[in-house]
């Protein structure tokens, strides 16, 4: 009996031993593979303690430093005023029943001053920011989080994107560094920013839609669209990631008739902002490639009168200018582009945006549908000529002319009518437009229904040039089977096709 006690007792203590042994073995070879703990490690270890589960505190922590806030002022010529204001007061007006007196004064220069936001983007002092935050300013101020402010200076401003560059001589700065890759619809997105003057502010919501082109705010467009909150003053600021980088600059809002956030806020994406940078850097400007043609998004029924079938989707070709680049390569009107170096496209703002970023010198190869084939066609670009970045509104319906007399043509609801010497200098038209000039549209016609107006000029029908009303009275009779007449239109300096259903 003792002996069994003895050897269960020493049985026992090995394996307690044994289970202590391996403890210390498994402790060691543990430690021994833990990473060491550097201060940097050691601080995140912290920051992370401190902040609540979910919480994006430490990534604002470490981002909002590199946004700052820019206040511009510049003078500017006011139509005169009465009093300062004064009689504009509901205490005044109470005893003029309403009935203002007129304040005879000369125009006169006032300051007017804007804030927005900006992103520090190098330790030594470079800020991107909008370009209407800063444009025509005299003086600019960059305001610091912590109160500090410093004057900052213009390197260069680009307004057909909206973007501009600015410095304070300052180093050792937080910056914000470019994410590398592009934005993902339902990506989650943080806004940094000063709206409204307040102070800087962070606000959240998510990446709902990207290369959002047509919108009318700028020239070239390809805005990321999020529901993170974008006040007036946001512009310009920080649109980033849940890695705390750099998505967009902030810079537009779709406002209701409240006039503040909707819920639909622009950014210009940072690929597009760095270009721009790199450029106002390296020359103080910007310059863009050209190819020379006129472009319009082929929508379903358009395909089908081009040929391209119901589901397929290009970009037509709407007019080519005389010795361009595009010219050229041999690119004509009618030719539908569905490829853009072997990556298919369908919207005319993001290749006007694409090739507007290719150096000048560059090539571009297309892939075009022309009479039932397709063609690959290079294309060298050239400078976008600084004089065709002004606005054009063609849709301006206090331009639309007044036109008598034509005759009705064989479209139904149309009437129209030869280019004359008078119509062509009352409609602005070059020595060598040719077409029909439409005199009247009936309301209630399918052609009307489809936009056309008078004024329009009509230069083809079904791909075929029309000079004359027999020429467009033959080419809609003859017309090609497909449902709908195909017509080339050009208002003001811009022509667009447009399918007319044959009803």
Do not use: C, W
Not at 40 to 64: D, N, Y
Not at 265 to 285: C, H, R, Y
Not at 370 to 388: D, F
Not at 412 to 427: C, D, M, N, Y
Request: proline content about 5%; cysteine-free.
């Amino acid at each position: 009996m003792n002996n069994t006690f003895h050897i269960r007792r020493t049985t026992a203590l090995l394996i307690v031993m044994m289970a202590v042994l391996v403890g210390a073995l498994i402790a060691t070879v543990s430690y021994t593979h833990r990473p060491p703990v550097t201060m940097e490690t050691a601080h995140a270890a912290s920051v992370s303690e401190q902040a609540p589960f979910g919480s994006f505190a430490p990534l604002v922590k470490r981002a909002a430093p590199a946004v700052v806030n820019i206040s511009s002022s510049k003078m500017v010529k006011t139509s005169g005023g009465n009093m300062n204001g004064m009689f504009d007061d509901p205490f005044f007006r109470q005893f003029f029943g309403g009935r203002m007196p007129r304040q005879q004064q000369q125009p006169r220069e006032e300051r007017a001053s804007s804030l927005g936001s900006g992103v520090i983007v190098s330790p030594d002092g470079y800020i991107l920011t909008n370009n209407h935050v800063i444009d025509g300013a005299t003086d600019i101020k960059v305001s610091f989080n912590d109160k500090r402010e410093f004057p900052a200076k213009v390197i260069g401003a680009d307004k057909y994107s909206d973007l501009a560059l600015v410095k304070i001589d300052q180093h050792n700065l937080p910056t914000l560094a470019f994410a590398g890759g592009k934005p993902q619809v339902g990506d989650i997105a943080l806004a940094i920013g000063d709206p409204f003057g307040l102070g800087q502010t962070v606000t959240m919501g998510i990446v709902s839609a990207t290369g959002r082109t047509g919108l009318g705010i700028e020239q070239y467009e390809d805005f990321i669209q999020t529901d993170a909150a974008i006040n007036p003053g946001n512009s310009g600021g920080a649109l980033i990631n849940t890695n705390g980088e750099l998505v967009g600059i902030n810079t537009a809002i779709l406002a209701g008739n409240g006039g503040g956030n909707q819920g639909v806020g622009f950014a210009i994406p940072v690929t597009m902002a760095k270009n721009i940078m790199d450029q106002l850097l390296k020359s103080g400007k910007v310059t863009r490639g050209y190819i020379g043609v006129s472009l319009q998004a082929v929508d379903q029924d358009l395909a089908k009168t081009f040929g391209l079938g119901s589901n397929m989707r290009g970009i037509a070709i709407t007019d080519v200018v005389p010795n361009s680049p595009g010219a050229k390569a041999g690119l004509q009107t009618g030719d539908v582009i569905t490829e853009v170096n072997g990556v298919a496209v369908d919207e005319p703002g993001s290749l006007r945006v694409q090739v507007a970023g290719m150096a000048p010198g560059s090539e571009v190869h297309l892939k075009v549908f022309r009479s039932g084939s397709y063609k690959n066609v290079a294309v060298t670009l050239a400078e976008y000529p600084k004089n065709l970045l002004a606005a054009n509104n063609p849709d301006d319906e206090d331009n639309q002319p007044g036109l008598n007399g034509g005759e009705k043509g064989a479209m139904k609801g149309v009437s129209v009518q030869a280019i004359t010497p008078e119509i062509r200098q009352q409609l602005n038209l070059n020595a060598n437009a040719k077409g029909v000039v439409v005199t009247d549209v009936e309301e209630s016609s399918q052609a009307a229904q489809e936009g056309l107006k008078p004024g329009d000029v009509i230069e083809q029908v079904n791909h075929k040039p029309v000079s004359s009303v027999a020429d467009f009275n033959n080419a809609v009779k003859q017309g090609d089977g497909s449902g709908a007449t195909l017509l080339l239109v050009r208002r003001g300096q811009v022509s667009n096709f447009v399918a007319v259903p044959n009803k």
